[in-house]
């Protein structure tokens, strides 16, 4: 039963010390500045009187404690023992003191303490929890056990820190004192048993000294000789002890704190990531700087940044619960592929990091970065449904890439943005050229925003011409961008930083709104195609703003078409589905456009309000080279016509292929062949009738 207690006090103590560290490092992480009344009020609400926390300053005077936030008179605790006993020692241990009776409560209670350590070491006061002795008493006082039994807790001064049964008037007296005994207490970790004699019985104390905290604790029974049916009874009270101690532990948990800090403490002093139990953010920069200042001497490492590749759509389309199961599924793999001396931490969303330590051969790295990847790519089963994603990784050696910490984590970035890049599921290593990549689309983002200011965009226009009758049918908003430097930079450099940067949100509509404007004036058998992108989608104000924008420039619904890209349909979240319904509710029409680069699903083809599929230009390019692109044009062509869809074969540059494709059933075209994209100064004047003459004369005879 001894040990039983032990292992109980010391989880409970261990909790309070938890506390008390966690406030040391708040302090360290503050800066050495803190404000306590603050931190007390917000994150360590007590939910029971009986426990108390305060912070003393460096000399002795109250600062804050969770009764009383701003003490308004001076109390003066530099006398306690509490308080000298850190003032005088530099150590870094938790300090029990003896049971006290209160200043001005007149109550007792036991402190436990950790000493505020300041820059370099100095003294900067104390930080106490206090606690009711009568409380832990009154845990332990139901355990009976018997007329002789009792259970105390006694600091290894000797001094009685609580106690029940026969020891319940021994609080704050010398255990040795009430003894009969010579029995000294003894190594750590150690239980002895003895005989005394209590009021004319014989009765059994076991002893045991706390492997970790300044304690000991004492459990007093009747004799075993004296009580015959002890014996018997064994059984039953070591489970009653078993079950009394997992009610103490739960006792003491309750008995702490509510909110963050309760939180705090069951997730070790927020150094854990609550999820997947992986260190976080937190603990992974404390270990940066460890593996930082041990690289200084010598010893070198890498930084792997791991992002999950395809984590998001899992999670929309299965819901978080699903996600968050991935996600400890990920971190067991993780785990388990990992060595002693790695160190992986969840540094928020799909996002990891590892810290291969102690390097001794480059030739590591990559195996561990290639070990990974497969693991993680593995097909995962989770809650009987069969699901796979990957992972891209981005590395940078402590050796070649860091001058200080935070190139090292850059450099990490960067290589991982590579790897997203380059097609997921791959690792690559930080390189000088990605930071030249990197600052090369920091300068587009920055120029960007001025164009968006400084009207620096413009819009061209590319007819889409009827096979049949060789009239334009409409035309496709092309934006460009008017660099002052630079000259027209073509969409392919800044539509994916606009994407990444969200920016595209605004020039889309930009876009729209200039084409919409441009085309109002123009022949209103023509329409207008304007192209979106997939964040567009994820805007909640889509539709308004289009339908707004259709109001103010006097376009009709029916005249504008939307081209997305079959990126825009993965997602398969509500938001663009609901949006793409209410698009084509207004009577707009939408385009599938680069039809056949993308996955190509054909479930996309009946699931979603599609008008139009625009074939890429990689199949019209191959026309009369390949056979394949032949028939696989045919295939679309009269998947279309079965589905009322219309199809755009895009970019035609030669007679032979605008030939082919009116063979294949294709009903419109759109190249350089009619037209290179214009400037809508070029394209034919407002209200002009929309056939020209001498493109009909270029096309081939229908
Ligand atoms: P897209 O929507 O597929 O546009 C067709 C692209 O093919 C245009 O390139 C056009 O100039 C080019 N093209 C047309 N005919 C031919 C031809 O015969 N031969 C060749 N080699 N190319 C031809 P551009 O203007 O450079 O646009 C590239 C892409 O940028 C567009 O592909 C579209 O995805 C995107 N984009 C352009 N403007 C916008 C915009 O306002 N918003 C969004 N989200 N994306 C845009
Ligand atoms: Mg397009
Ligand atoms: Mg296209």
Not at 352 to 373: H, M, N, S, T
Not at 500 to 515: C, D, K
């Amino acid at each position: 039963m001894a040990i039983v207690l032990d292992q109980n006090i010391s989880r409970s103590v261990g909790e309070i010390d938890r506390m008390l560290q966690s406030f040391q490092k708040t302090y360290e992480r503050a800066g050495f500045e803190a404000d306590w009344p603050a931190l007390l009020h917000n994150d360590y609400r007590l939910n029971d009187e009986r426990v108390q926390i305060a912070i003393i300053d460096q000399n002795g005077i109250l600062k804050s404690s969770s009764l009383m936030l701003q003490p308004t008179v001076r109390i003066d605790l530099s006398d306690r023992v509490h308080f000298t006993v850190h003032a005088k020692s530099a150590a870094d241990e938790l300090f029990v003191s003896k049971p006290v009776l209160g200043r001005a409560s007149n109550k007792w209670s036991i402190q436990l303490t950790r000493r505020l350590s300041g820059p370099g070491g100095a003294f900067h006061g104390v930080v106490v929890v206090s606690m009711d002795p009568a409380h832990l008493s009154r845990i332990y006082g139901g355990l009976t056990l018997g007329d002789g039994g009792g259970i105390a807790v006694v600091g290894t001064d000797g001094i009685v820190r609580a106690g029940t049964g026969i020891y319940s008037s021994w609080l704050g007296r010398g255990f040795m004192e009430g003894n009969r005994t010579d029995g000294a207490m003894h190594d750590e970790g150690h239980s002895n048993l003895s005989y005394e004699t209590f009021r004319g019985a014989k009765q059994i104390v076991a002893t045991r000294n706390l492997d970790k905290y300044p304690l000991n604790v004492a459990v007093a029974a009747p004799d075993i000789d004296a009580r015959p049916d002890w014996q018997k009874k064994r059984q039953t009270y070591l489970t009653g002890a078993t079950v009394l101690s997992m009610l103490v532990l739960a006792a003491m948990l309750a008995m702490l704190v509510t909110g963050r800090l309760h939180e705090a403490q069951i997730v070790q002093m927020a150094q854990q990531d609550a999820l997947t139990g992986l260190a976080n953010r937190l603990a992974f920069r404390d270990k940066l700087q460890q593996s930082y200042d041990a690289f200084a001497e010598g010893q070198t490492f890498a930084l792997h940044l791991l992002d999950l590749d395809g984590f998001k759509s899992v999670n929309d389309t299965y819901g978080h619960p699903f996600g968050d199961k991935l996600l400890l599924a990920v971190a067991d793999r993780l785990r388990t592929n990992l060595r002693q001396t790695d160190f992986t931490a969840r540094l928020g969303g799909d996002e990891f990091a590892i810290l291969q330590d102690k390097l001794r051969d480059e030739e590591a790295v990559g195996l561990l970065a290639q070990r990974i990847c497969d693991a993680l790519s593995a097909p995962y089963e989770i809650d009987g449904t069969r699901i796979t994603i990957g992972v891209s990784i981005g590395i940078a050696l402590a050796h070649k890439d860091a001058y200080s910490m935070t190139t090292l984590m850059t450099a990490a970035d960067l290589a991982l943005y590579a790897a997203k890049a380059d097609g997921r599921g791959k690792y690559k290593y930080y390189n000088d050229a990605m930071n030249a990549a990197a600052k090369a689309r920091r300068d587009i983002e920055a120029g960007l925003r001025d164009a968006l200011k400084w009207d620096q965009l413009e819009v061209h226009y590319q007819p889409i011409m009827s096979i049949a009758t060789r009239k334009t049918t409409a035309f496709e908003a092309l934006v460009r961008w008017r660099h002052p430097v630079r000259g027209l930079v073509p969409p392919f450099e800044f539509i994916p930083v606009a994407e990444a940067t969200g920016l595209i949100v605004q020039l889309g509509e930009w876009v729209l709104r200039q084409a919409c404007r441009d085309m109002a004036t123009r022949d209103s058998s023509i329409k207008i195609a304007v192209n979106f992108s997939p964040i567009q989608f994820k805007e909640s104000g889509l539709v308004q703003m289009v339908e707004d924008t259709l109001k103010t420039s006097g376009l009709a619904p029916e005249r504008l078409k939307i081209e997305i890209t079959e990126s825009t349909l993965m997602k398969r979240d509500s938001r663009t589905i609901n949006h793409l319904k209410a698009l084509k509710a207004l009577g707009i029409q939408i385009a599938m456009d680069d039809f056949g680069t993308g996955y190509s699903s054909l479930s996309y083809l009946h699931t979603y309000p599609i008008n139009c599929i625009k074939i890429d230009r990689s199949f019209v390019m191959c026309l009369g080279e390949s056979e394949g692109a032949a028939a696989i044009i045919k295939a679309i062509t009269s998947l279309a016509t079965s589905l009322k869809m219309s199809t755009v074969a895009e970019g035609v540059e030669t007679a032979e292929q605008l030939e082919a494709l009116a063979g294949l059933g294709c009903t419109e075209a759109q190249g350089f062949y009619f037209s290179r994209p214009m400037p809508a100064s070029d394209i034919l004047p407002p209200m002009f009738q929309a056939e020209r003459p001498e493109l009909a004369s270029l096309a081939p005879a229908a």
